[in-house]
């Protein structure tokens, strides 16, 4: 599962549990094409659906901008600068993912092979950038353009301590900028409700519209190991091994 956000509280993202790195199609009528969430199970019925032990459910809100937005908000922090992260280093970047995104379950490049990940962060068509601010590291930006006309805002976070200064709208600017200075029609993410309050919101005063909604669900990464069980502690963790 995986992938952006002013009366705006900047905050952590996300966008993303699980990245929609595998291809498939949607559930609205669109091409399936690399990239887009996956959509494998039939829709769910009316009514409550078990989720098996070890299992987390979340319901997951795609959104997308199809022109970009005429006059964008303007943050006015000069202390900050984005700056391209070109070919990662994989341990640098999981260290950034992790302080951007521990709080909101983040957890699909710290498990990924090595060499998958890399053959992401290092493809030409991935544009990965850094927030800082005063030279420290405080916000992660990916943006995928595999998909021929498209961006995908695959993820897109600030570390907890710089929430509400600025710093996420700072970042949206810059990744609207960067995704619309490409020839494509269409900017989209999609986030979930383990991720912060303030994001849903944040993006669609961002110009991104709602169009679909899906449940994706996987496993618990703090039962396995993932993840340290105090991750996410606004997400109930079940450990039913003590029942």
Known sequence: MQRFLSMLMPWSLPAIICSGEAAILDNNGRNGSKGRMKTENPPLPSGYSAVPPGKLATVVTCLEMLAPPETPSRGNDCSLVVEAWQSPDLEGYRSLFRAVGEDWMWVSR????????????????????????????????????????????????????????????????????????????????????????????????SGFIPYALMVEVFDDPRLCGQAPKNASPHVPLLDRSRA
């Open 110 to 205: 710290l498990v990924m092979e090595d060499q998958a990940l890399a053959a992401i962060l290092h493809d030409p068509l991935v544009e990965i950038y850094v927030l800082k601010d005063g030279g420290r590291q405080i916000g992660l930006l990916e943006l995928d353009f595999r998909q021929d006309g498209e961006c995908e805002l695959v993820f897109f976070g600030i570390v907890r301590d710089a929430i509400g200064k600025g710093a996420g709208r700072f970042l949206m600017n810059h990744a609207i900028e960067k995704a619309w200075a490409r020839p494509i029609s269409r900017f989209w993410l999609h986030t979930c409700h383990f991720d912060s309050p303030a994001a849903l919101p944040f993006y669609r005063r």
